[in-house]
Structures are given as structure tokens and as C-alpha cells.
């Protein structure tokens, strides 16, 4: 696989045209221009489905407020009401089941750590939350909450019952 290159929007509308006029000769366009394969086909099955403005590389660009009709503005206030909305719905669900609680004045967790893993993974798999925003709410690592989720129950329940009988 040859190593890609960044291109100009006038440059992916070049070689599509020398790929399309070379009778779709891939091979001659990836030497000449030296893009991959994957990315010239992609280029020439977008003109011939959309044409040229589907060339233009679009990601991680927005439209402007100024720009956006009236629908897609309130589509675009929709989705972040829905978003909210979502997040508060984790939250009731965290505080019920005990997941989440307050933090005492020294800064330090009124549950233990196990019980908030617990409701986590609780969440995630009957509500399908995401980790992500999970780890967040809680604040919490999400590499501690996998890397509890890994964990060998059974060597840490013979620490706990070893601690338990040594404290006796």
C-alpha cells in the first residue's frame, strides 16, 4: 500500500478526471499521483454518484449558524436537548442506584469505588449508556473502570476475606 499524501480539492478533481478518462486505470493514476487505491476510489465513486462537490472534504467542518435554515436550526436544538436530556437521565439512574453520591469535606468518597464500577457496568448493560460519559459523571478513569472490569474476582475476594480474618 503506497503512503497517501494530503490533496487539494483541485487536486482530488484531477485525478478522478485522469482515472475516469484512462478508462478507470487505477494503477497508472496511483503511480502517477501516488494516492492510494482505497482513497481514488473513493473519489471517483462519489463523482460519478454526486459529482464534483462531493469531492470537497468536509469533516469537522459545521455549517454556520447564519447559514442554517430555520428546520436545521431547530433540528440542531433538538439533538442538544436530547443530549441533555440523556445525560440527566444517567444521573437519576446513577443517584438510584447509589452509584453516585456526595463527597465529604476531605475529599473523599462516601461510597467506595466497587459500588460506582457496579452501577456502572450495571448501566451500560441494561441502558446501553455510554462508558464515556459514565466515567465523567462519576469521575472516574476509564481506564480504572476497565481495568476493574478485568480484574480477578476471585483473588480479591480471598483479600477481603483474608483481611476480615486477620482484623478479627
Known amino acids: ?12 478533481i484531477e485525478i478522478v478526471s ?10 497508472e493514476t496511483i503511480e502517477r499521483y501516488g494516492v492510494p487505491y482505497q482513497q481514488i476510489y473513493s473519489w471517483v465513486r462519489k463523482y460519478e454518484a454526486c ?8 469533516r469537522g467542518m459545521r455549517k454556520d449558524k ?4 430555520e428546520v436545521e436550526k431547530l433540528h440542531a436544538q433538538l439533538k442538544l436537548a436530547e443530549a441533555e436530556n440523556l445525560r440527566l437521565q444517567m444521573e437519576n439512574e446513577l443517584l438510584k442506584i447509589g452509584g453516585a453520591r456526595k463527597v465529604d469535606r476531605r ?7 466497587e459500588n460506582k464500577y457496579l452501577a456502572m457496568e ?4 441494561k441502558k446501553k ?14 481506564s480504572s473502570y ?7 474476582a476471585d483473588t480479591q475476594e480471598a483479600i477481603v476475606v483474608f483481611a476480615g480474618s486477620t482484623l478479627m
Do not use: F, Q
Not at 476497565?146 to 480477578?152: G, I
Open 1 to 12: 500500500m503506497t503512503k497517501g499524501r494530503k490533496t487539494t480539492r483541485d487536486e482530488h
Open 18 to 27: 485522469h482515472c475516469i478518462a484512462n478508462s478507470k486505470n487505477y494503477c
Open 51 to 58: 459529482g464534483v462537490d462531493t469531492l470537497l472534504d468536509r
Open 66 to 69: 447564519a447559514s442554517m435554515s
Open 107 to 113: 475529599g473523599l468518597s462516601l461510597v467506595r469505588l
Open 122 to 125: 450495571s448501566l451500560h448493560e
Open 129 to 142: 449508556y455510554p462508558i464515556t460519559t459514565l466515567c465523567d459523571t462519576l469521575e472516574l478513569n476509564r
Open 146 to 152: 476497565y481495568k476493574w472490569l478485568s480484574r480477578d
